[in-house]
């Protein structure tokens, strides 16, 4: 009779074992925002013959303000990946 | 387990049951005139269904714990998949508000330019006298076309 239960456990065991497989559930990937998603517009040229100082002072204050647009969605990716990282590995595997 | 989708947790239940009461008929009853007649094979047939019943059982067990981790899992995906999103809605507020503030000042210093800057004495004479070399147009605007010349190279 010992000898029967030491048998009828080792096979419960092993059916317990044997049947093992991954969870199948996968979280979906997250969407990026959308401003995230529009790509940099391009930096503005200085246009016509004669130009003065002024046009010029404007073109460039243009177009540091575009460099900066683009750092803020440069920056908002790294804060997307860095939160979402964050969120994916909170499931426990 | 694929078993499972063809046999209910209570037929599993039978089964065990089944090979237990077999076995018992087998081995224990086996002095009763009817039993002890067919003993051998009773006690065959009864620790083959007992052990087949336990494999069962230890597989609807295991099952069961899957089943609960499935849920557990798509729960927790559940809540991650809406932590996601809102942080998704907190970072496009940032960028919006960020782009906001950057156009508002970027058209604040250009107003200023032609408010005050235009019109200053000293700049004017500037303007009328300085006009700015082509040389310095094409070569700001050969850097601020920098990127044409990556797209070239793909």
């Known amino acids: ?93 | 387990m694929w078993i499972f989708t063809i046999l209910s947790e209570f037929i599993v239940h039978c089964i065990f049951l089944g090979g237990i009461l077999l076995t018992l008929f087998g081995f224990v009853l086996s002095f009763i005139p009817f039993i002890g007649k067919y003993r051998i094979p009773l006690q065959i047939l009864g620790l083959l269904t007992l052990v087949f019943g336990a494999f069962l059982e230890g597989g609807l067990a295991d099952n069961k714990e899957w089943e609960l981790k499935v849920k557990e899992v798509e729960a927790q995906v559940a809540k991650v998949e809406t932590q996601s999103a809102e942080k998704n809605i907190e970072i496009q507020e940032k960028i919006v508000t960020k782009t906001k503030v950057l156009k508002e000042k970027g058209d604040e210093v250009i107003k200023y330019i032609d408010r005050e800057v235009v019109k200053k004495e000293e700049v004017i004479k500037y303007i009328e006298n300085c006009p700015v070399p082509q040389d310095i147009i094409d070569a700001h605007n050969a850097a601020a076309t920098l990127n044409n010349a990556v797209k070239d190279k793909k």
């Open chain 1, 1 to 93: 009779m010992k000898f029967l239960s030491i048998i009828l456990i080792a096979v419960v065991i092993s059916s317990c074992s044997m049947f093992k497989q991954p969870v199948p559930v996968v979280p979906k990937f997250p969407n990026a925002t959308p401003d995230l998603m529009k790509k940099c517009e391009n930096l503005k040229q200085i246009e016509g013959d004669k130009v003065s100082i002024g046009d010029m002072l404007k073109v460039i204050v243009t177009n540091y303000t575009l460099y900066y647009e683009c750092s803020t969605k440069v920056d908002g990716w790294q804060d997307w990946y860095n939160e979402q990282k964050k969120i994916y590995e909170s499931i426990k595997k």
